[in-house]
């Protein structure tokens, strides 16, 4: 069992080197005090390398989007899949690899990496002001969206943020559905804590559904920790109403900002 100071996809996240520099130091310094959690540790790295000879990922990732394929043209009612990336997986346990073949695997690489393409509208990208951040990939172009540009049911989409100053934030989206999703942190208990690079990508891409009419995006900061599962209760009440959850804002506590790119969606063929 995890040490009751760390939760576990905060473990997870620390051997993938993915927290803030505060947080890996101080998960490194129970971990020398801990020989459980110092044993711990290595039964997880060995249950890696155990799925990795068991699963090369050269022969599991086509059987992946093979599977993914054929679930979604099989499909009767649209169903949402959980992001995942390449990185996940080489801390995964056997029984998630089994999974896996429901999940849809994204590679997006940073597109402000060097030897990227040029990406559509980034000139106009402000960093010194709070925001989200949402490019769209369409073959090898990649482009920047902005509020109320077209969108639709397919288009991969990866989220980011600015944080100019704001030390914890929550992003999330509502569908024309009425369907709340989470995007930042990766689940409903999951830290609020923001990264403080000037821009900063989420760990995963997220592919638009068929939902109609549109998908808002909201990101919610404050100077103190959120507490998520009562922002998403109140997404969740704003939903209810889809033609409110377009235009209207969430009602937040005082201390949190918020901010919101509205996609609207193509209409679908019958």
Same mark, same amino acid.
């Given at each position: 069992?995890?040490?009751?100071?760390?939760?576990?996809?905060?473990?997870?996240?620390?051997?993938?080197?993915?927290?803030?520099?505060?947080?890996?130091?101080?998960?490194?310094?129970?971990?020398?005090?801990?020989?459980?959690?110092?044993?711990?540790?290595?039964?997880?790295?060995?249950?890696?390398?155990?799925?990795?000879?068991?699963?090369?990922?050269?022969?599991?990732?086509?059987?992946?989007?093979?599977?993914?394929?054929?679930?979604?043209?099989?499909?009767?009612?649209?169903?949402? *899949?959980?992001?995942?990336?390449?990185?996940?997986?080489?801390?995964? *346990?056997?029984?998630?690899?089994?999974?896996?073949?429901?999940?849809?695997?994204?590679?997006?690489?940073?597109?402000?990496?060097?030897?990227? *393409?040029?990406?559509?509208?980034?000139?106009?990208?402000?960093?010194?002001?709070?925001?989200?951040?949402?490019y769209r990939k369409s073959n090898s172009e990649i482009e920047l969206l902005h509020n109320r540009d077209q969108a639709k049911a397919?288009?991969?989409?990866?989220?980011?943020?600015?944080?100019?100053?704001?030390?914890?934030?929550?992003?999330?989206?509502?569908?024309?559905?009425?369907?709340? *999703?989470?995007?930042?942190?990766?689940?409903?208990?999951?830290?609020?804590?923001?990264?403080?690079?000037?821009?900063?990508?989420?760990?995963?891409?997220?592919?638009?559904?068929?939902?109609?009419?549109?998908?808002r995006f909201f990101f919610i900061t404050a100077l103190e920790e959120i507490n998520v599962e009562e922002v998403l209760k109140i997404?969740?009440?704003?939903?209810?109403?889809?033609?409110?959850?377009?235009?209207?804002?969430?009602?937040?506590?005082?201390?949190?900002?918020?901010?919101?790119?509205?996609?609207n969606k193509e209409k679908q063929n019958d």
């Open positions: 069992m995890t040490n009751k100071q760390i939760k576990t996809w905060e473990l997870e996240r620390y051997l993938l080197g993915e927290l803030p520099p505060s947080r890996m130091e101080e998960i490194s310094q129970l971990i020398h005090k801990s020989p459980d959690l110092d044993k711990e540790i290595d039964d997880f790295k060995q249950a890696n390398i155990e799925v990795l000879e068991q699963h090369p990922l050269e022969t599991m990732l086509p059987e992946i989007l093979k599977k993914y394929e054929e679930n979604r043209q099989r499909a009767r009612i649209r169903e949402r *899949t959980r992001p995942f990336t390449l990185k996940r997986l080489l801390y995964a *346990t056997p029984v998630l690899v089994s999974a896996l073949i429901l999940v849809f695997v994204v590679f997006f690489k940073d597109p402000t990496g060097p030897g990227s *393409t040029r990406i559509k509208g980034e000139e106009s990208l402000d960093l010194t002001k709070t925001q989200v951040i949402i397919g288009d991969l989409l990866q989220l980011g943020y600015a944080p100019a100053g704001m030390t914890h934030g929550v992003i999330l989206s509502i569908d024309g559905d009425g369907i709340v *999703t989470l995007h930042y942190p990766e689940s409903r208990d999951g830290s609020s804590l923001l990264e403080q690079e000037r821009k900063n990508l989420l760990s995963s891409a997220y592919e638009l559904d068929n939902a109609p009419d549109f998908e997404a969740e009440a704003l939903a209810r109403s889809p033609a409110l959850a377009r235009t209207d804002n969430l009602k937040l506590p005082e201390s949190c900002q918020q901010f919101s790119i509205l996609l």
